[in-house]
C-alpha cells in the first residue's frame, strides 16, 4: 500500500505561481509512474502532468504546458508540481496520484493510489 499526501495548495492572484508536493509513504515509489490531477466543481477529473518511474520522463496536458513542472526526488520519496503564471481556469482541486508501474497513463482510471487532494484558486 502507498499512503499519498498533497500540501501546497492555497489561495494566489492570477499569474502567481504556487508549489504542490505530494509525499509518499508505505513503500517507495521511485519505480512508480506518479501523475497530478485537477477537477473542478461540475467538471470530470482531469490529467494535468505525469512523471514516468526511473526515467524522469514527464508529460502534460496542453493547457498547462510550458507554465507547470513536474519532478520527483527520489530521495524524500516526493513529487513535485511547479505551478507558474497560473490562471482562474487552474482553480481546481489538485490530486497526486501513483501508478503501479513504470509507465505513465492519462487515465485516472489507471492510477491505483490517491491522495485527499488540495485546493488551488486562483483568482483575476
Known amino acids: 500500500q502507498v499512503q499519498l499526501v498533497e500540501s501546497g495548495g492555497g489561495l494566489v492572484q492570477a499569474g502567481g505561481s504556487l508549489r504542490l508536493s505530494c509525499a509518499a509513504s508505505g513503500r517507495t515509489v521511485s519505480r512508480n509512474a506518479m501523475g497530478w490531477f485537477r477537477q473542478a466543481p461540475g467538471k470530470e477529473r482531469e490529467f494535468v502532468a505525469a512523471?514516468?518511474?526511473?526515467?524522469?520522463?514527464?508529460y502534460y496536458a496542453n493547457s498547462v504546458k510550458g507554465r507547470f513542472t513536474i519532478s520527483r526526488d527520489n530521495a524524500k520519496n516526493t513529487v513535485h508540481l511547479q505551478m507558474n503564471s497560473l490562471k482562474p481556469e487552474d482553480t481546481a482541486i489538485y490530486y497526486c496520484?501513483?501508478?503501479?508501474?513504470?509507465?505513465?497513463?492519462?487515465?485516472?482510471?489507471?492510477?491505483?493510489?490517491w491522495g485527499q487532494g488540495t485546493q488551488v484558486t486562483v483568482s483575476s
Open positions: 512523471i514516468v518511474g526511473s526515467a524522469g520522463i514527464t
Open positions: 496520484a501513483a501508478r503501479g508501474t513504470v509507465r505513465v497513463s492519462y487515465g485516472a482510471h489507471e492510477y491505483d493510489f
